[in-house]
């Protein structure tokens, strides 16, 4: 094999992918374009003005207790007051997953805006204007559904379209009748298309002042019971060198992921190009033009090897990103250099494997909608990794992890996300499985140059398997 | 090439096969289309590879070992389309192992000598096909091969490329270059080839120089147009030395007896009506071909065959006029 040739062949593969304007949109411009716009699309969302709905709420309260209670807390200032509530419990539980120490970071850093500014923008969200009318504890239940059902078609909007719910509480809802084992159940009725955040505030509000009903009549006190009910848990705390740190284990499992999906993505970037660009050469007829200063293995390592430096490309900007974040939350002690230098063999395994099937099916075929068929068992063999996404990171150890591992032209992913976990694997085991991985890429190899060889000088018809099989024996 | 065979599943492409082309030479390969031409010249390519047989290209025993000293232009040719010229020739030219330096004058000069001096910065799409395949026929030659393989170089050019091409071609072999040049419109063989190699059906059927085939196959037919309108050829056919009279297009061509001397049946045929031409016809490659083909299989084969050479030499007639 001549080097100089490979290398040139390689030059133009990459030039002609790499250096495209298609290329520099889509995998630099556009995910800066979405960051850049980011915050366009917070201001916009939250400029648009979702119609709130309007209109009233009918309580039927057999219970006789909870009218006024329930009245209050539709009140739009309390709407907006438990909404925020929800919001900061939500927002804690997402840096309790990614094991950020919310206090320590700044507001500019964390949060987008301010209280008074959140404030502002659940009013902009729109809170449901909602008139509670307290009909009394005989008021029949058909008759109000009756006046639910003229209400149906009205147009919804920041008009008030009348009667939009009817909440029924049970006579037994707050005080448990003698016999019964279980108090008593409240019911909503409402219009179809109501929006689903207002129901939730009329539910709420109802189990709310039921709960407040009940720890009255049974002579407790409710700020007592939250109290004793709410236990406040630290955080997890990890020991380093240095002091300690709140904990990641959330982290900790998403980092092997995304290794294991950045390698996949780079890997079907290369070889998809590949695919594309080896079709062209095919059908333009220019491959015998080429076969005739290069052989057809001089021809498909360098098609390879430029392809392989343009996912590489592609991997190691979104590296850079991802490692950029990490030091942004002081992370970065999560992944480290020989990760990442694992990570580039692996890939480079993981890629000479699978560009070996594109550069295959790309010289079997005349056209890509004909390789669209042949692709899908490839493609069912790249899922094979997201499927052990969960079994692998959560016991990089098992005997399931570790004999995947072991199994080209998947062993690459898993071992990857066992090297990024916790519990990275024994070094035998890594270095067995780079041993196993190169004897994979050569058969790899080996058996598509043999496609590859018969396959470019074959037009018409797409071959099957079994003709596939032929040119292997034939070539 | 010795006793070169390859098949292709069951069918059999090229059978025994064995082919000397001298250095130097300007040889034909000829036949009608599917007879083994392109498969023989991708074996000598190393494009394929042949099931049994020796091969020796150049001293080598394989064409990959002197790829850089090969100049070729497929039958199936093509560009990259989004590629501009003079960076699509440099490409070829440094696969080819010419240095980078100089390359561009190189190919500047040859675009000045197919007269597309004003192609270098446009993609290759933005060319007609004709230009294309100029384009291409430069990136057979910018390395100044030792060898040169031409498949069907003339198709789809119109006359006044097609001269160019052929003088470009000539050039090359008076340069020292060794020519291959395959094609089925014969008449181009007989135009521009010292030398030619029939095949048909997969086997070398001829192999020789143009100038003793002439000599080899005896003219047999004479052909002859009347002065006067609706002739009656019985006269001709009355003379002892005709065996059969047939028109064609304007004139009538005479088959002559085997025993007849033709050059005193010209005489007979010229005093036996007032004839506006009498003309001893000397056999073309094709009408040598068919002949070959009829004394190794059948009449209806032949016939066959002569339809589909006439038909390739009328497109290139529809092409020279």
Redesign the interface.
Known sequence: MNAGKVIRIAGREFASTALTKGFIIGALVVPAVIAALMPVIIILISSAKPPADQGEVALIDRSGAVGTLFTEMLEPEQIIESRREQFEAMKKAASDMLGLDIDSISQDQLDLMSDEQMKSLFEQFGVPQLRVSDLGADTDVEAQQAILRENVSKPGGDADRGLLAVAVVDADAVVKSDDAEQYGAFSVYTIPKLDDRTVDEIRGALRRSILDRRYEAAGMDGAAIDALTNVNANRTQEVTETGTREAAFELQMLIPGAFMILMLMGVMAGGQYLLTTTIEEKSSRVVELLLSAVSSVELMTGKIVGQMAVGLTLLLIYNAVGIVALFVFERQDMINGSTIAWMLLFFSLAYFMFASIMAAIGSAVNELREAQAMMTPVMLLVMIPYFFFLPVTRDPGSVLSTTLSFIPPISPYIMIMRIASNTPPPMWQILLAVAVNVVGVFVFVWLAAKVFRVGLLMFGKPPNIRTLIKWVRMA | MRGVRKTF?KKVAVEGIDIDIPFGGLVGFIGPNGAGKTTTI?MI????FPDSGELSVLGKSSA?ES??R???L?E????????KVGKFLR??G????LPATGLDDLIRGWLEKIELPEVYNKRCEELSKGMQQKV?FV??VLHKPDLLILDEPFSGLDPVNMRLLRNLIREQNEQGTTIIFSTHVMAQAQQICDHVIMIHNGQKVLDDPVKSIRERYEPRAVWFEPMSEGFDVSVIEALGVVESVRAVDEHFEARLTDQADPWAAVGLLASAAPMARVELHRPSLEDVFIEIVERSAGAEEASNLRAAVRAGDADAQEVSR
């Open positions: 599943g991708r390519m190393a494009i394929l990959i790829k850089d090969i100049g070729y497929p199936e040719r093509g560009v990259y389309k989004k590629m490409h070829m440094r696969l080819k192992g291409q990136s057979g």
